[in-house]
């Protein structure tokens, strides 16, 4: 069994940071393209940042400036740094990442900014 566990989700008004983390775990053989995704009320889940199969970061444009990427590849995990954070980036986020030739998906962290 393979698992993408996410954290550091929360409240904070608008402005603020946060940083999410996402791990994986299990009988990982390989791992690539971890990244992060986000889905809010009414709305379809789509790329926030995500590195690609070569290890570079690609970045949807509301994220591009305030949002950053990175990973550890040794621990299976990424994060990603969130500032100036705004009302309209409340969402799930969510971890993908393509494990052992499947994609694979975290339960997502609830992102919430309001003041």
């Known amino acids: 069994q393979v698992q993408l566990v996410e954290s550091g989700g929360g409240l904070v008004q608008p402005g603020g940071s946060l940083r999410l983390s996402c791990a994986a775990s299990g009988n990982i053989f390989s791992i690539e393209a971890m990244g992060w995704y986000r889905q809010a009320p009414g709305n379809e889940r789509e790329l926030v940042a995500t590195f690609t199969a070569v290890g570079s970061a690609n970045y949807a444009d509301s994220a591009k400036g305030r949002f950053t990427i990175s990973k550890d590849n040794a621990k299976n995990t990424i994060w990603l740094q969130m500032n100036t954070l705004k009302p309209e980036d409340t969402a799930v986020y969510y971890c993908?990442?393509?494990?052992?030739?499947?994609?694979?998906w975290g339960r997502g962290t609830q992102v919430t900014v309001a003041s």
């Open positions: 993908r990442a393509y494990v052992n030739g499947i994609t694979s």
